[in-house]
């Protein structure tokens, strides 16, 4: 029988695999200030995998809302549905998967910020040197803007 407990217990695997994508997205986000590609593609690996794992968790969390009859609410619905005495633990879990969710978010943003302003950087590059990324073909056949977009 599926209880409150597991989805509280996916919440909190949801919780700890974004504060790993956090510590990723600061990784990534200082290897991209540095230039060090190394470094960005491992992150990009590392990110490749949480995001699979995110993935299932966020299907169990769904499978869990759906045997508890809460298919279609938001967290905040569920937690207003909730008798008192489990609500307080519900509010903390809320409050901290936000926390983390923001948290992912603002440096993300701050990671897609950094890579286009790269991006510029190799485009204004690219056309000091006489090249078009929109136009111009590789030996693959692919313009340079789609292999750097």
Known sequence: MTTLIDFHNIVIHLIELLEALIAIEKEKLEAVTSKNLDTLNNCIKNE?????KLKGFDKKREQILSALGYDGLSYKEIIARLPAEQKE?????????QQATDEFHAINDSVKIALDVNLHVINTTLSKLGINPETQQTPSGNNLKNRFA
Not at 48 to 52: F, N
Not at 90 to 96: E, R
């Open 48 to 52: 490749q995998v949480l995001v699979l």
């Open 89 to 97: 633990e519900s509010n903390k879990l809320f409050t901290t998967l």
